[in-house]
Antibody
Framework: EELLVESGGGPVKPGGSLRLSCAAS????????MHWVRQAPGKGLEWISC????????SYADSLEGRFTISRDNAKNSVFLQMNTLRVEDTAVYYC?????????????WGQGTTVTVFS | DIQMTQSPSSLSASVGDRVTITCQAS??????LSWYQQKPGKAPKLLIY???NLETGVPSRFSGSGSGAHFTFTISSLQPEDLATYYC?????????FGGGTRVELK
């Protein structure tokens, strides 16, 4: 079974940092691009970042203003999201999702999500 | 950025009804559109990719059509388990963008 499992969410104060992890299993991880998508409470889906299968290229939503960094470790079948200078508006459920061989693709496997709560 | 406008934002229908949702892109995205279903408290699920291709295992009552900037998602006969929020998403270019969602409720 193709699975993605996120971890690393939790409560954090404004200005703080968190590192989310997403562990993949059941498929050849290093042949797929990976994405992070978030959903604020009661709101819709927002794409925030992606990384190519090799990890050589990444892209981000403008709204992040350079505060987040995506990375991956293909030897450990994992993708990460380093989140710095967190703001209250970053409060959301964060999902990792599998893209295609290229980043411009739909997302066909999703994790269960990990919740990040930024509050003072 | 490409804006995706979904309508309606919510709808109420009866079991067996035909349900149609539209998604308008702010520019031509060819066929590069997916539709997702999200049930409360759950992750989104891919239903359709490349505008009209059904993901493996998805019931045939779900369908998609359109190209360019105008797309349609249809449930031919609404079932109780279809109660969810549906999102379109373009992948013609980065940043990937989603529509605002359509909540489907039972009348």
């Amino acid at each position: 079974e193709e699975l993605l499992v996120e971890s690393g969410g939790g409560p954090v104060k404004p200005g703080g940092s968190l590192r989310l992890s997403c562990a993949a299993s059941g498929f050849t991880f290093d042949t797929y691009s990976m994405h992070w998508v978030r959903q604020a409470p009661g709101k819709g889906l927002e794409w925030i970042s992606c990384i190519t299968s090799s990890g050589s290229d990444s892209s981000y939503a403008d709204s992040l203003e350079g505060r987040f960094t995506i990375s991956r470790d293909n030897a450990k079948n994992s993708v990460f999201l380093q989140m710095n200078t967190l703001r209250v508006e970053d409060t959301a459920v964060y999902y990792c999702a599998r893209g295609g061989a290229v980043v411009l693709n739909g997302m066909d496997v999703w994790g269960q999500g990990t919740t990040v709560t930024v509050f003072s | 950025d490409i804006q995706m406008t979904q309508s309606p934002s919510s709808l109420s229908a009866s079991v067996g009804d035909r349900v149609t949702i539209t998604c308008q892109a702010s520019q031509d995205i060819s066929k590069y559109l997916s539709w997702y279903q999200q049930k409360p408290g759950k992750a989104p699920k891919l239903l359709i990719y490349d505008a009209f291709n059904l993901e493996t295992g998805v019931p045939s009552r779900f369908s998609g059509s359109g190209s360019g900037a105008h797309f349609t998602f249809t449930i031919s006969s609404l079932q109780p388990e279809d109660l969810a929020t549906y999102y379109c998403q373009q992948y013609d270019r980065l940043p990937l963008t989603f529509g605002g969602g359509t909540r489907v409720e039972l009348k």
